[in-house]
Each structure stands twice: as structure tokens, then as C-alpha cells.
Nanobody, 122 residues
Framework: QMQLAESGGRLVQAGGSLRLSCAASGSISSINAMKWYRQAPGKQRELVATITNGESTNYADSVKGRFTISRDNAKRTVYLQMNSLKPEDTAVYYC????????????????WGQGTQVTVSS
């Protein structure tokens, strides 16, 4: 089992910045891709950013140039630096990961944390 704990969300004014963190714990042998998702009220959860274990990154068009995903493998933590925030970035932000347990079983996006609320005021 993997447990995920997101933190760093809060109320911020438009144009401001936030840094989200997500720490993974549990019976983890190694982690492959790590991802950030978000879900705004009344909308489906959407993929925001991905970082592979080779540290290649990919972003949703809506956040390109404003958000940066990074990871610290020793801490099993993924970060999301969010700059130039807009009211439409308001959402609950979740992280997820693809990973192997010690038996070699591979899991893809199997566990979700409680998320962290980001609210951007205009």
C-alpha cells in the first residue's frame, strides 16, 4: 500500500505563488512517474503535471509556463511550484504515482490522498 499526503494549499490572490508538496510512504520498492491532478467543483479530475523517474516532465496546456513539477527521490516527495496563479486554478490538488512494491507488483495511480485545497481569489 502507498499512502500519499499532500500539503501546501491555501487561499492566495491572483498572480501569487504556491508550492505544493506530496510525500509518499508505505511498502514502496521504487517509484516510477509521479503526477499532480486537480479537481474543481463540478468538474472532473484532470491531470496537471507528470514527472518520470528520469525527471522528464509534461504539463497540461492550461498550466504550461506557470507550473513546475519536481521530485526528491530520497524523500519520496513530489512538488508543484505554481506561479502566476489564476482564479481558474482553484481546485483540490491531488498527487499520485506509479510504483513497485517489494514483491515486484506494479501499481499505476492506485492510491489517492486527501488532497490540498488551493483557492485563488480575483
Amino acid at each position: 500500500q502507498m499512502q500519499l499526503a499532500e500539503s501546501g494549499g491555501r487561499l492566495v490572490q491572483a498572480g501569487g505563488s504556491l508550492r505544493l508538496s506530496c510525500a509518499a510512504s508505505g511498502s514502496i520498492s521504487s517509484i516510477n512517474a509521479m503526477k499532480w491532478y486537480r479537481q474543481a467543483p463540478g468538474k472532473q479530475r484532470e491531470l496537471v503535471a507528470t514527472i518520470t523517474n528520469g525527471e522528464s516532465t509534461n504539463y497540461a496546456d492550461s498550466v504550461k509556463g506557470r507550473f513546475t513539477i519536481s521530485r526528491d527521490n530520497a524523500k519520496r516527495t513530489v512538488y508543484l511550484q505554481m506561479n502566476s496563479l489564476k482564479p481558474e486554478d482553484t481546485a483540490v490538488y491531488y498527487c499520485n504515482a506509479d510504483w513497485w512494491d517489494y514483491r515486484g507488483t506494479y501499481y499505476s495511480a492506485g492510491s489517492w490522498g486527501q488532497g490540498t485545497q488551493v483557492t485563488v481569489s480575483s
